[in-house]
């Protein structure tokens, strides 16, 4: 009877804190981060979520192209989604198509292109442009990613170093995958991507940025999509990665973080 008595009892604290622990519990934020901003989206989102209750569902892909699993792609076939994080230029086009709302558009970070090697392997000479391009000159095989910073390398930067016609044939486009990756297990012997996306991949190293001459400077953003079942938790996650709190993690991840002021 005393067991009963207190579970009552219980019961009765707990009943004012039902429906909103059952909304926390129901809340469910879905985002899609491209590659530049994962490492730090890694970290960021299991913190905004032991701050709010909100659960973060995560999936991943790059900012651009054909790949099954990059966001256009996953767009188009219809999957829930609250939040896309990408290259600003990506989330513009799909703010004009009427898939983002304007109003939610914020930047997080600055990203700079890097060349990796393999781990042990002698780092080649790109501290100039002349430097950069003898060493694409002298490499047997580059990789680049299928997202903004291989649009870059392969329909501007070869242009700029003049070397195009000698480097493209050598040069392979890899899909859902890092490049890093890719020239850890030497299948490449240099390879191009976000700095970003080159730290923190096992086997491979990274050589250091472009040459400030041929530099590309991607911003990376989120925005609400128009379709979103959560807009005002997403929001809020929003506002989380580009506060000053979250500045000191994305920039450990080789970003420039870009904070909201005011």
């Known amino acids: 009877m005393l067991m009963l008595t207190r579970r009552a009892i219980l019961a009765g604290l707990l009943a004012p804190l039902a429906p909103r622990l059952s909304r926390a519990q129901a809340t469910e934020i879905r985002v899609i981060c491209s590659g530049g901003f994962t490492a730090a989206y890694n970290i960021l989102a299991p913190r905004f979520e032991q701050m709010t209750g909100k659960k973060v569902v995560s999936a991943y892909g790059a900012s651009m192209g054909n790949a099954p699993d990059a966001i256009p792609q996953r767009l188009a076939r219809g999957e829930p989604t609250d939040i896309i994080i990408l290259a600003r230029s990506a989330l513009d086009e799909f703010t004009a198509r009427g898939v983002v709302r304007p109003d939610s558009r914020v930047d997080l970070a600055e990203s700079r292109i890097g060349v990796a090697v393999r781990a042990g392997a002698p780092k080649p000479d790109i501290s100039t442009v002349d430097a950069l391009r003898r060493t694409l000159l002298a490499a047997p095989s580059i990789a680049y990613s299928a997202s903004a910073s291989g649009v870059y390398v392969l329909t501007e930067l070869y242009k700029r170093l003049g070397i195009e016609a000698e480097v493209a044939p050598k040069s392979r486009r890899i899909l859902s995958e890092r490049v890093a990756a890719v020239v850890a297990r030497g299948e490449a012997e240099i390879g191009f991507q976000q700095i970003s996306e080159i730290l923190g991949i096992p086997g491979a190293e990274l050589v250091g940025p472009l040459p400030p001459e041929v ?23 929003i506002r989380f990665l580009s506060s000053a709190d979250a500045a000191e993690t994305v920039k450990s991840t080789g970003l420039d973080p870009i904070t909201r002021r005011g």
């Open 215 to 237: 530099q590309q400077v991607t911003v990376f953003s989120a925005g609400v999509l128009t379709s979103a079942q959560q807009p005002e938790a997403a929001a809020e996650l």
